[in-house]
């Protein structure tokens, strides 16, 4: 998937644990979890807003774009 998920880059720059980042943005941990660990397959805005205020950052620090032309490799 083209779509990379930073949130662990996040939380850990903001020192803040998955158990801390839920209570603060009202998300069950294995929600979190999964979202954290890239297999989410769609993140409401209402979402990605309390992330974000959670974490004071921009959403372009937790979602990266990455064409499958870059993940392969040059011969």
Excluded: H, W
């Amino acid at each position: 998937m083209p779509i990379i998920v930073n949130l662990d880059v996040m939380m850990a720059k903001r020192k803040i644990s998955l158990n801390e980042l839920s209570e603060r943005v009202d998300l069950t941990l294995s929600n979190l979890s999964i979202l954290k660990t890239g297999k989410a397959k769609a993140i409401r805005f209402s979402t990605l807003e309390s992330i974000c205020k959670a974490l004071d950052c921009q959403p372009a620090d937790i979602l990266e774009y990455k064409s499958d032309k870059d993940k392969t490799t040059k011969r």
